[in-house]
């Protein structure tokens, strides 16, 4: 019999795990999850580190992942590359080399303003991180993927929904004054698709996502037997939903070519004609009985979705929240460990 082993693995994207590892994940996390609220929380990252780059800001990435690792038994230090030599110009292969002498897992976030809102720039940091430590790496957020998010995406679906094969899970573009990066949305439907949802993406022309990305969400829907269809129209992408996750997110023109060439406000001026992308009752009015709305937060109230929106029963925003700890939990302990806890 083969056992699964994934001490040592990275977590950039969910698409380089199979999904027999990503539900080992889903099921051990969710058993941590059952332990905490039990009061029982196992230390199971005794005297381990797990150093934290922030490249860009962060509330509940942070705060999870400490809390994770203060429930571990272990530590989950902070770092502002800006306070490091790297900010002098210190190599991240020497950055990397350096921290794996000392931790046992290194995180990043690095996206948007890190990067100059140039598509891809972020996620090649992490994979330099990656090539020069021998430690696992976890992607903390960058600008193509968020798998942390979208694990966590998912053991909040399943929480909701017992059966989650062929349910329609909709992830729209919301209007918004601020332009954020593709790596929540990607990774949340590169996720859904995986596991058999039907899921459609719904944004106005011009926002177009990673074409290549899209193919993988094709594949991966052609896999599991779910779905995967793009449309332009909002009113229908919200019929009969059953999950509906609306989040602004910048233009294909601006993510190709930075926003210091294409513009803070030509950016902001395209988001202001599709004003009316606003998740609010009327469009929630057109969702399955049992529709919950999620969000990955930070939500701009009032621009993303509606006060009534974002605080209604059907809102499981801060589930989602929790979940980040609980999943970020499961997924350490079972890179980190010295024991295969499988
Ligand atoms: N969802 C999420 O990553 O939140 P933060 O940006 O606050 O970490």
Same mark, same amino acid.
């Given at each position: ?25 889903? =099921?051990?996390? +969710?058993?941590?999850? @059952? =332990?905490? @609220?039990?009061? @029982? ?29 203060? /429930?571990? &038994? ?15 110009? /210190?190599?991240?292969?020497?950055? *990397?080399?350096?921290? *794996? ?11 948007? +303003? ?16 990656? +090539? ?21 995406d998912l053991?909040t679906v399943q929480e909701n929904f017992p059966k989650i094969q062929g349910k329609k899970f909709v992830f ?19 996720t859904a698709t995986r596991f058999g949802m039907d899921v459609t993406?719904? $944004?106005?022309?011009?926002? /177009? ?12 829907a052609?896999?599991s037997g779910g779905g995967f ?5 909002? +009113?229908?992408?919200?019929?009969g939903a059953h999950v509906v996750y ?14 210091? =060439? ?19 009752? /009327?469009?929630?009015?057109?969702t399955n009985k049992d529709a919950i709305?999620m $969000? ?5 109230? &009032? ?22 700890? $609980?999943?970020? @939990? &499961? ?12």
């Amino acid at each position: 019999m083969i056992t699964m082993d994934l001490r040592g693995r990275d977590m950039i994207t969910t698409q380089e795990w199979t999904r027999e590892e990503l539900e080992a994940v889903l =099921k051990f996390s +969710k058993d941590l999850k @059952k =332990k905490t @609220k039990a009061g @029982k929380s196992p230390h199971l990252l005794s005297d381990k580190t797990f150093f934290m780059l922030f490249y860009n800001t962060s509330t509940r990435t942070r705060a999870s992942f400490e809390a994770a690792l203060t /429930e571990l &038994g272990g530590h989950a230090q902070f770092l502002e590359p800006g306070a490091m030599r790297l900010g002098e110009g /210190e190599s991240v292969k020497d950055t *990397a080399n350096t921290l *794996a002498r000392y931790g046992h897992g290194i995180g990043i976030r690095i996206l948007e +303003k890190a990067v100059g809102y140039v598509y891809g720039r972020g996620n090649q940091v992490l994979r330099d991180y990656a +090539k020069w430590s021998d430690i696992p790496i976890v992607n903390m957020a960058d600008d193509k993927f968020h798998p942390c998010q979208s694990l966590t995406d998912l053991m909040t679906v399943q929480e909701n929904f017992p059966k989650i094969q062929g349910k329609k899970f909709v992830f729209s573009w919301a209007y918004s004054r601020h332009s954020r990066s593709w790596c929540s949305v990607q990774s949340a439907i590169l996720t859904a698709t995986r596991f058999g949802m039907d899921v459609t993406l719904a $944004h106005p022309p011009g926002f /177009e996502l990673d074409a290549e990305i899209m193919e993988w969400c094709h594949q991966n829907a052609h896999e599991s037997g779910g779905g995967f269809s793009i449309t332009n129209d909002v +009113k229908d992408a919200y019929s009969g939903a059953h999950v509906v996750y609306p989040r602004s997110w910048m233009s294909a023109e601006c993510s190709a070519v930075g926003i210091d =060439k294409w513009g803070e406000d030509t950016e902001a001026q395209l988001h202001e004609n599709y004003r009316d992308w606003i998740c609010n009752s /009327e469009l929630m009015d057109l969702t399955n009985k049992d529709a919950i709305y999620m $969000h990955c937060l930070p939500v701009f109230r &009032g621009e993303e979705a509606t006060d009534e929106v974002v605080d209604s029963p059907q809102s499981v925003i801060f589930d989602q929240a929790e979940n980040r700890m $609980h999943l970020q @939990k &499961g997924l350490l302990s079972l890179i980190m460990s010295d024991e295969n806890l499988l």
